[in-house]
DNA sequence: TATGAATGAGGCTTCATTCAT
DNA sequence: AATGAATGAAGCCTCATTCAT
């Protein structure tokens, strides 16, 4: 079963065996959702055992919340590398764009665990001020470089802040949670390294030729 | 509980209790996925008897299989409706659009089956022929509009018909998907009819700015 | 394990699976309380399994609840046969103590489970209306018969029927619930066959010679 | 949580850290049973740890008996206080009754205690010589006033000092015991300070009448 | 003396499914 | 074509108890 000298190390490490247990719950959660998942496959999957879990979670609930929770904050770590103060709107914002789209690519587990949030109808987002809170900075750095851009006459005045962030927010999402259902009816084109280069700079391209076109 | 009168006016009407078990199934699944869903509950809820469940689809997963073409089988009833035949290319482009997005939000239990579908990594979608080759036509259509608006000089030439098709279909299916998400960090402001329309005619003004600004 | 000639013989037969689960339900709840019985353990009393309690009791306290339902209605079948239509109020109210106090004694069953639901402040008698007014025959005779004793003059005015009623229950009621504890003090004495007669009739004569007695 | 100051009080104090966890247990057992109690409740209630029952205690069952000693013996502290040597027999049997009814309605912990064991067969009971004789001298009382009232020719002679201490036990304990499924069935009348008065002096009443009572 | 971490065993319950008629 | 009864397997969770320091 279980290697006994590895135990021995982790023995006493409450946060070691709590942070395992998330690490592994959080996979399981992404991978088949709250009713999906088993929590007996978890504690397998575990260096310590399903009484753990309990121990320290109280309940399958409790265990997906944290696990939530523990997807969020983990992605959050790598979000602020992104330098836009000496860019001009255009470039701020292009930047941004390719930042949110490239984030999402890397964190398909969090894009899964959002999935069965809006399966489960946000219940357990809506329980936690904590989650709640959390992405409203990255609707804030568009709202900056629109204003921005706005003052500068660089971009059209008749732009919404919250629905750029949307359109931008749509995008990034769908492209990794619907590529199941899309590259099975369409092919996976769009999907290979290449092809994401293209959707990805094609959104940019999008977004920054509305923001910007005189005519139209 | 079941009214006696009714269930005779159904007796020996195969067609009649399969379409009944697989509107209840339908509803069922997109309300809580494959995972979530429960047999007895789908019973429950039908004229009919569990048994009859078995009796007719097999086990959970072919009762899924089935529920999952039904709902785009029951949709696709409305889809043709649309006539852009007299219409320009801008105008034929924006009536696609404003089409795609009412049509999703008027049908979100085939929003959520093929959100479901995704968290399954589209498994059962890959199963079914039928249910592969459903949405080409919609992408058809987006190619001859474009094709039409590029010939005509009207339509940038550097934009590909399927990734124009996967930016209306990913704006058009997060709005539905993501709402109980979006809406928990940002507010039910975008959601309301008026939100609605407004978010609609920005994809629709984004889309086509992109595909007709001159400059950039 | 169990035999399988027996079982083919209960087979479809839902009252008397349903019969044999509650007996040995009963049994067991009586012996070890709400929270000392085990699921486990009736199941395997039970000529059925586990799964079948559930199927027909819904969880643990439906089973219970049920059992004392079942503890009280199968107690009552005998309750009747007290023929006090042709005695005077003396010999009535003596018959009724008797009655009363041999009826205790012959279920101790439902002794111990009453003794469970005082434990448990009565919680499901107060859920069943059913229990709740089970009772109310017995007080109501003895409302008669002590109304006509005091109509004809053999008995005191200034007795109260509920206070008297609750001193009969109380003797008999004691007699069989603290049996363990009042044997391991004082000994068994009292709850030999002899001693349990001398106990019934000090009883009868006790309680007559307070309703009779002039002097005082 | 705990108040730190508190603890430091305790700190060392073993007897005291032993008299907290039982008072608890009393309390915990009285309420729930042995079977219902929980030791992670216990411990909750408690100024220490879970490890100190296991330590001072070494299991529940013994955490369980110790309980039941500290029940009583708390209980029986005050039981001296009656003074009935200047009393005539029937004073001092009066006061006997009314001492005892007081008592017990005064400790219904440990009613219920003795509630338990008798739902467990008096188990613990007979393991503590302590415990089994710790009632003796109600019943001496009991047998010395008799005695002496039948010696004085007031009371009558074919009256057994058992059996009355039996009588006062019973309606004094089931008072208590039975409140729950008897004012459930019955109404709280009996229950009120006023009805508890009238049923004390009733008990005192009857048996004095059924002593002291020269016709019948 | 004291404690937070850890746990095996067993408890209750639910699931999709099949049986017998 | 239809159904109420039945079920094994597996799910989640709790219990008293012990370990390591």
Redesign the interface.
């Known amino acids: 079963m279980k290697d006994e000298q590895l135990r021995r190390t982790w023995k006493q490490d409450a946060e070691g065996v709590k942070h395992d247990i998330l690490m592994v719950a959080m996979a399981e959660f992404a991978e088949?959702?709250?009713?999906?998942a088993r929590i007996d496959e978890i504690a397998e999957k575990t260096k310590t055992s399903k009484r753990m879990i309990y121990y320290y979670f109280g309940d399958k609930d409790g265990l997906y919340l944290a696990a939530l929770e523990a997807a969020y904050t983990r992605v959050r770590a790598g979000e602020e590398d992104i330098d836009i103060e000496g860019l001009g709107p255009r470039d701020a914002m292009g930047a941004v764009i390719r930042f949110t789209f490239e984030h999402h690519r890397a964190h398909p587990e969090l894009i899964?665990m959002?999935?069965?949030?809006?399966?489960?109808?946000?219940a357990y987002?809506?329980k936690s001020e904590f989650l709640?809170d959390?992405?409203?900075r990255t609707?804030k750095r568009v709202e900056r470089i629109l204003a921005r851009g706005q003052d500068d006459g660089v971009f059209r005045k008749d732009v919404?802040a919250?629905?750029l962030?949307?359109?931008i927010?749509?995008?990034s999402?769908?492209?990794v949670?619907?590529?199941?259902?899309?590259?099975?009816?369409?092919g996976e084109?769009?999907f290979s390294d290449e092809g994401q280069n293209?959707?990805r700079e094609?959104?940019v391209?999008?977004?920054?030729?509305?923001l910007?076109?005189?005519?139209?």
Chains 1, 2, 3, 4 share one sequence.
């Open positions: 088949h959702g709250l009713a999906g899964r959002v999935m069965n949030e809006n399966v489960n109808h946000a987002l809506k709640r959390l992405n409203l609707l919404d919250l629905m962030h949307w359109q927010q749509a995008q999402f769908y492209n949670s619907n590529r199941p259902s899309f590259s099975t009816k369409f084109e769009l293209v959707m094609t959104i391209d999008s977004v920054l030729t509305y910007t076109c005189k005519a139209g």
